[in-house]
């Protein structure tokens, strides 16, 4: 308990403190406009909390450059785009049935209704209320959860069931994502096929690299991601925007707001905010499953225990509530197999993955959670997990990244309802310029840029085939480190090409991923 205290203490100095020992607020500045920004982004119709985090990446990253001095600015940043953009969504939602991000798509059903009753402004505050409090809950559940899952994991799993364990969590991934098993599937694969560009390995020189030396070091990450992610939505938007232009709406008017939400109905409120975000954490906690499951199940929990059902969808206080707490729980659980098993289950988590690996010596998994005893040593240094305190490190900027959406947010989602009234004409061609200067400035020039522009062709094609992104960019993201360990699990089993079935606990995760590819096969002949 005492290392545990210790580890916890320097974690939470570590944010306040320079390298010279003096008191630095630059990380905390950082959460806080990230949330704004996120709150910005997520009030913005066609905008996102992921898309605003692959822009900011790259441009955070120029700004405060490679080291672990870099590494708490940016991540507070992205950390907090991630929770207020999720916090954000709802108000275009409940004001012009129009959802900021995917997340809030079920806020509408009921958040509209109440709008146009003249309720606006508590179905907003209810909403806020309702996203912070499951976001809070959440995030203490990571708190517990990460370090245990990951101490257990440490113990239990070497390098053939680490292997395993990352194939079931991408046929878990490709299962469960979008409509179609099957093409999550292929998504996944296409994924791992395109991240083997680069050098092998084994040290027998660049393979796939179609004679270009500069691909020798494999596809810049952001880049490509920035591209199969942002551009390709963008080039999706443009499509739309064109076929839709003829049936252009006429301007859009905010309804009338009405009154505040007391203190008593928000007291009231509390098992129901409770009950959605345990199911959102539940939810987020297994990768690639998403925020829609979460708030499509705990919207339907709340209206069935509801005594009065047949008000939902009708302007009910509950849908609200029950939506908003559990999308938002969702954020902080998807960062529970982050940490510590380094399996990212969602596109914001692909991003703060990518800002640690572009980033100082920091990277997530089970060895981040090693309670390494603290030595001083005379003259040298102090030998302790560099890793878990800065761990402890990100656990403070959520609580500080909580602290601005309780504040902050609270003033902020009562001015947004203009947001909705910028046109796309407008938003796109900013939104395309700011994403190519990120990829050529953040990947070496023109291999970042031209990366990026292959990239979002890819991910125009895979989108206008309904094959999810989400399995492509966490196969490309993983691919490397599966590699890794396969080679190593090969090598320690001095040659042995049944490794991989020696391990009790390997095989159980390989007899579930080949259970979950006959199921996907079963599903798309049923489909079909």
């Known amino acids: 308990?005492?290392?545990l205290l210790q580890y916890l203490v320097l974690g939470i100095t570590s944010v306040f403190t320079a390298a010279d020992g003096g008191l630095w607020l630059l990380p905390m500045g950082m959460v806080l406009t990230g949330v704004v920004i996120g709150i910005l982004v997520g009030a913005t119709p066609g905008l996102s909390g992921p898309f605003a985090m692959a822009i900011a990446l790259p441009v955070l990253v120029s700004i405060f450059g490679y080291g672990n001095e870099a590494l708490y600015p940016v991540l507070g940043c992205l950390l907090g785009i991630m929770k207020g953009a999720t916090v954000g969504g709802a108000v275009p939602a409940i004001l012009f049935n129009t959802p900021g991000t995917p997340d809030a798509f079920l806020t509408t059903v009921d958040g509209y209704p109440l709008a146009q009753k003249g309720q606006g402004r508590r179905a907003i505050q209810t909403a806020h209320f309702a996203s912070v409090v499951g976001d809070n809950f959440s995030d203490l559940v990571l708190f517990i959860a990460a370090p245990v899952l990951a101490v257990a994991v440490e113990r239990v799993l070497d390098l053939p069931e680490k292997s395993a364990l990352i194939i079931l969590s991408l046929c878990f991934m490709a299962a469960v994502v979008g409509k179609a098993p099957l093409k999550g599937l292929i998504g996944g694969l296409l994924g791992m096929f395109v991240s083997l560009v680069g050098t092998t390995m084994s040290g027998d020189g660049?393979?796939?690299?179609?004679?270009?030396?500069?691909?020798?070091?494999?596809?810049?990450?952001?880049?490509?991601?920035?591209?199969?992610?942002?551009?390709?939505?963008?080039?999706?938007?443009?499509e739309d925007m064109c076929r839709d232009r003829a049936a252009a709406k006429g301007p859009v008017s905010a309804p009338e707001m009405g009154p505040r939400l007391s203190w008593g109905e928000r007291w009231r409120m509390m098992p129901a905010i409770?009950?959605?975000?345990?199911?959102?954490?539940?939810?987020?906690?297994?990768?690639?499953?998403?925020?829609?499951?979460?708030?499509?199940?705990?919207?339907?929990?709340?209206?069935?225990?509801?005594?009065?059902?047949?008000?939902?969808?009708?302007?009910?206080?509950?849908?609200?509530?029950?939506?908003?707490?559990?999308?938002?729980?969702?954020?902080?659980?998807?960062?529970?197999?982050?940490?510590?098993?380094?399996?990212?289950?969602?596109?914001?988590?692909?991003?703060?993955?990518?800002a640690v690996e572009t980033i100082g010596d920091f990277a997530f998994g089970p060895q981040v959670f090693r309670f390494t005893p603290?030595?001083?040593?005379?003259?040298?240094?102090?030998?302790?997990?560099?890793?878990?305190?800065?761990?402890?490190?990100?656990?403070?900027?959520?609580?500080?990244?909580?602290?601005?959406?309780?504040s902050v947010g609270s003033f902020l989602m009562g001015q947004l309802g203009r947001l909705i009234r910028i046109p796309k004409d407008v938003m796109l061609p900013v939104i395309l310029t700011v994403s190519l200067t990120a990829a050529y400035v953040q990947d070496g020039g023109y291999v970042g840029l031209l990366s990026a522009c292959v990239f979002a062709v890819i991910g125009y094609v895979l989108r206008r085939l309904e094959i999810s992104i989400l399995p492509f960019v966490i196969g490309f993201l993983l691919a490397p480190a599966l590699e890794g360990l396969i080679r190593g699990s090969f090598t320690a089993s001095g040659g042995d090409p049944w490794f991989l079935l020696?391990?009790?606990?390997?095989?159980?995760?390989?007899?579930?991923?080949?259970?979950l590819l006959v199921r996907m096969f079963r599903q798309s002949r049923t489909v079909s």
Do not use: Q, Y
């Open 206 to 238: 660049p393979r796939m690299t179609l004679g270009i030396p500069e691909l020798g070091g494999g596809l810049p990450l952001t880049s490509c991601v920035l591209g199969v992610l942002v551009l390709s939505e963008v080039l999706i938007a443009v």
């Open 1 to 3: 308990m005492d290392l």
């Open 374 to 406: 603290i030595k001083e040593i005379e003259g040298f240094d102090t030998i302790m997990n560099r890793d878990l305190v800065m761990a402890f490190g990100l656990f403070t900027m959520m609580v500080i990244a909580n602290l601005c959406n309780w």
């Open 502 to 515: 020696k391990s009790p606990i390997a095989l159980v995760m390989l007899s579930l991923s080949i259970w």
């Open 274 to 354: 409770l009950r959605g975000a345990g199911i959102g954490t539940m939810i987020g906690a297994l990768p690639g499953i998403g925020t829609t499951t979460a708030a499509t199940l705990s919207h339907d929990t709340a209206r069935r225990r509801s005594k009065s059902p047949d008000s939902f969808g009708k302007g009910a206080i509950e849908g609200v509530v029950a939506t908003e707490s559990a999308n938002s729980a969702v954020s902080g659980a998807n960062l529970i197999p982050v940490m510590s098993l380094g399996i990212p289950g969602n596109f914001a988590a692909v991003f703060i993955i990518l």
